[in-house]
């Protein structure tokens, strides 16, 4: 895929971000769609479709905390590449977006070079995941679709935001084998991004919810690992 093929949304209640980070972003060859606000985003996202958004958190009508919720849940947009684009660099600002389905979390003021690196970054990512992508893998009464980021378990089917799949697949890859917090987030985060310690707490946490919390064991001090129905007490 070239650039000029690849689709960016920008957000941010900010003309001036809009029109820095849009330039530098259109010089690169992108195809660059803009909003001002959470509502405007949605809209938007549902006519261009792209592959990347960046959004920011505080806006008026909606913030990208609840815009970027409501588009996880938009059936097409399910696997865009999500990233704040914000001056919120707190700990709970970060846990609220990757609570949200965000993908990254990049606290302004970035340089733009550094923030076209991102891009990149991301998007490599996202071609990766679609040029490698297999079929479908069964585990147990479980059965896991990489084309298509949907989990079935039994005839329930889980629709997962891209993190907390990256991270299910990486755990059922090899059931049993303990992953280290330090290679989970190497993989499925990569080396660029910067998270907060409680990130992979708060995925983990998801999918116990939604695949069941027997199936995630905690070694404290190391990482996690996924076990079967009956093969670790």
Known sequence: MNNN???ILLVDDEPDILEIVGYNLKQEGYQVFTANNGLEAIKVAKRAVPHLILLDIMMPEMDGIEACEKIRDIKNLENVVIAFLTARGEDYSQVAGFEAGADDYITKPVKPKVLVSKVKS?????KTDNSSA???????DI???????????????????????ELFSLLTSKPGKVFKREAILDTVWGNEVV????TIDVHIRKLREKIGDH???TVKGVGYKFVLEGTDK
């Open 195 to 198: 998270v907060g310690g409680r």
């Open 5 to 7: 093929d690849i689709k």
């Open 143 to 165: 059965t896991i679709n990489r084309e298509e980021y949907v989990v079935f378990k039994g005839d329930e089917k889980i629709i997962l935001p891209r993190k907390e799949f």
């Open 122 to 126: 991301l998007l490599r990512r996202l």
């Open 215 to 217: 199936h995630f064991k």
């Open 134 to 140: 297999e079929t479908a893998t069964e585990i147990g």
